[in-house]
């Protein structure tokens, strides 16, 4: 099997398997109401997913799982169990049980997401950061599906937008065993070492790489997550409507929160290609400068016609997005060999403990201000990673960075 349709059946796998993510924020109204859910609880529905990703993200670094098992049974048993755990939320009849149920599939999907990228560089050895851009946007277009089919389906449907993810990811899980090995260039995972983080957290070029991954992080999950209910307060605002219109009102956000995520894809394909020719600093600042400027932006399109609206979330949605696989790449080039596997799980946990912040923050920022301009504490995450990455440029260990081309 050539590397090209590995990477073709490995990214539709992920895309599939990857559904579960956003399955329950796509019908957080919903539960909400049948849970009885204030703001601080909705924001559970995702924040528990975070938290469960940094414990199997940790878990599975600790014990090399993808060693043991082989990362491509990693995937598929990750994915089931991501499916089973989607299901339980279907089934929960409670907040508390619902939400375990978040945290297991964030656990699970710790097995979907890190290993599919090893797969990926296992089968790639040039072209890696554009294989991996590939893998990353199938990855963000999965994310989003659950928001096309809460749009498809009737709005009472919302188990059968949950169990549509739950039977994504068995799909998923299926696909990725038809790769047939690990790929040619496959290495072990380097050992996670309690030791070393405190080393990495005082090298220079990796620290200034991982604030330029916390900088992304404080947004990007956070935009995810809310962007949905800022459309529908957008809609409200224009229209002056709410009832069975505000219901049409979360319909429609529904689809361009698919469109605004989904177009993510591009922005890591772009990223990953881009990357590899003009440099990895050079991508992720320009990203982030724009996403930033989005974020700032933003407000002042609140209440306005969607025709105006849209474009700048799409525009927001691919920017967001474009420089996700760069930090990785960017530590790996910059640690020490021995360090690697800390170094890319340490970034990753602390990414997705800082996006717990934002999550929670922003609704709160919405109910007191407002959501016009709620959006505008994103952008003080990309305004500071891009200074880092513009700082890091500067130093001489960015000559490692994409063969020189920082």
């Known amino acids: 099997m050539t590397a090209g349709r590995v990477l073709a059946i490995l990214a539709?796998?992920?895309?599939?398997?990857?559904?579960?993510?956003?399955?329950?924020?796509?019908?957080?109204?919903?539960l909400a109401q049948l849970w009885h859910l204030d703001v601080s609880g909705t924001a559970w529905l995702t924040i528990s997913v975070q938290l469960g990703f940094v414990f199997g993200a940790l878990v599975s670094a600790v014990l090399t799982l993808s060693d043991i098992w082989s990362a491509r049974r990693l995937v598929a048993v990750s994915a089931l169990l991501a499916g089973l755990a989607t299901v339980g939320v279907a089934v929960s009849r409670s907040a508390s049980s619902g939400i375990a149920f978040r945290f297991l599939t964030g656990a699970t999907l710790a097995g979907v997401y890190p290993p599919g990228m090893k797969i990926a560089a296992g089968w790639f050895r040039e072209a890696r950061g554009w294989a991996i851009g590939?893998?990353?946007?199938?990855?963000?277009?999965?994310?989003?599906?659950?928001?096309?089919?809460?749009?498809?389906?009737?709005?009472d449907a919302w188990r059968e937008v949950l169990l549509i993810a739950a039977?994504?990811?068995?799909?998923?899980?299926?696909?990725?065993?038809?790769?047939?090995?690990?790929?040619?260039?496959?290495a072990p995972s380097p050992p996670f070492s309690w030791s070393a983080a405190p080393k990495l957290l005082r090298d220079p070029a990796v620290r200034l790489a991982n604030l330029g991954y916390l900088g992304h992080m404080w947004e990007l999950?956070?935009?995810?997550?809310?962007?949905?209910?800022?459309?529908?307060?957008?809609?409200?605002a224009r229209t002056g409507q709410v009832g069975e219109v505000g219901a049409t009102h979360r319909s429609v956000a529904a689809l361009i929160t698919f469109g605004v995520i989904g177009s993510g894809a591009v922005g890591c394909w772009l990223g990953g290609r881009l990357a590899d020719r003009t440099g990895r600093t050079t991508v992720t600042s320009i990203a982030m400068i724009?996403?930033?400027?989005?974020?700032?932006?933003?407000g002042a399109l609140?209440?306005?016609?969607?025709?105006?609206?849209v474009p700048l979330l799409i525009v927001w949605g691919i920017a967001a997005v474009a420089d996700s696989a760069q930090f990785s790449t960017a530590v790996s080039e910059l640690a020490p060999k021995d360090y690697v596997g800390t170094a890319l799980t340490l970034q990753t946990c602390l990414g997705f403990l800082l996006t717990t912040v934002t999550i929670s923050l922003l609704p709160e920022l919405g109910r007191a201000v407002g959501w016009r301009w709620s959006m505008s504490l994103l952008a003080i995450g990309p305004a500071l990673g891009a200074w880092a990455m513009l700082t890091l440029r500067g130093r001489p260990e960015a000559l490692r960075l994409a063969g020189g081309r920082r």
């Open 302 to 309: 609140f209440g306005q016609s969607l025709w105006q609206l």
């Open 290 to 298: 724009v996403s930033s400027g989005c974020c700032l932006v933003v």
């Open 221 to 236: 999950y956070a935009m995810w997550t809310w962007i949905a209910a800022f459309v529908a307060a957008s809609e409200t």
């Open 167 to 186: 039977a994504s990811a068995w799909v998923g899980a299926s696909l990725v065993l038809l790769i047939p090995s690990d790929g040619p260039f496959a």
């Open 134 to 155: 590939i893998l990353v946007g199938a990855l963000t277009l999965g994310s989003a599906t659950p928001h096309l089919v809460r749009w498809i389906v009737s709005p």
């Open 12 to 30: 539709i796998a992920e895309l599939f398997g990857m559904a579960p993510w956003f399955s329950a924020s796509a019908v957080s109204p919903t």
